[in-house]
């Protein structure tokens, strides 16, 4: 059973440009989640997404960044006309179940995406 | 979700018991304590996670004190390959809320030496 993978694992842009990371969940995992890693720092939650439907975006900027989960494919993470402070580590996780099922929601984290802005 | 306190950092020799300590005296009755490790460059890794009683799984044990306002989490005979920084979360009930947002603070790095 493959991981959570992500791609693609490095990604350079040019300031103004537009940044698309991609996750893949677990197989049979329908809850993903995005967490952003600045240099030095721990990993901070940005956003939780069920197909087709984002939960809860609380901890994604306001502005330049939007997430998706479609039926088919991977999740996605868009960062538009990105600054030099958006350069992180962006680590996406995934989990079989979600908060209310009753049951530990363990997240599988994927090896991230490290974004350099130049 | 309440405060967690680590050491910065922790070195400890191959073989030996590492124990990483974590303060979480803000800790309230429904909150468990999780601990994941992040290996550089990679993605966190789960580790173990309790509510009060003390666990054992193949990686690791967590000791809770009776009060919950600390834990340790003890890798019995420690490798290089276990270098890494280790994170301790305290997270809400499995049921319902905003449990799902995990807190990572700066973790403690251990660094295991040969």
């Known amino acids: 059973n493959a991981g959570v993978m992500q791609n693609p694992r490095h990604l350079v842009r040019r300031r103004g440009q537009e940044a698309r990371l991609r996750c893949s969940p677990m197989?049979?995992?329908?809850?993903v989640y995005w967490y952003r890693q600045l240099p030095e720092e721990g990993l901070k939650f940005m956003v939780y997404?069920?197909?087709?439907?984002?939960?809860?975006e609380s901890g994604m900027p306001k502005e330049r960044f939007s997430a998706e989960f479609p039926k088919e494919g991977p999740s996605i993470l868009r960062i538009q006309q990105v600054v030099r402070g958006d350069s992180a580590a962006y680590f996406c996780?995934?989990?079989?179940?979600?908060?209310?099922?009753?049951?530990?929601?363990?997240?599988?984290f994927g090896p991230g995406t490290r974004l350099t802005v130049l | 979700d309440a405060k967690t306190t680590q050491p910065p950092s922790m070195d400890c020799a191959e073989g030996r018991a590492a124990n990483l300590p974590c303060n979480h005296s803000?800790?309230?009755?429904?909150?468990?304590v999780y601990w994941y490790r992040q290996i550089h460059s990679q993605g966190p890794q789960y580790i173990i996670h309790?509510?009060?009683n003390n666990e054992t799984n193949e990686m690791a044990s967590l000791i809770i004190t009776e009060d919950r306002k600390s834990s340790t989490l003890i890798l019995p005979h420690a490798t290089l390959r276990d270098t890494a920084v280790y994170y301790c979360?305290?997270?809400?009930?499995?049921?319902?809320?905003?449990?799902?947002?995990?807190?990572f603070g700066k973790g403690t790095l251990l660094t295991v030496n040969p």
């Open positions: 996780a995934s989990s079989p179940v979600g908060p209310t099922s009753g049951a530990y929601n363990e997240q599988f």
């Open positions: 197989k049979g995992h329908s809850h």
């Open positions: 997404l069920q197909k087709e439907n984002i939960i809860d």
């Open positions: 803000t800790i309230s009755g429904n909150e468990y």
């Open positions: 309790g509510l009060k």
């Open positions: 979360i305290v997270r809400g009930g499995v049921s319902g809320g905003s449990n799902y947002k995990l807190t």
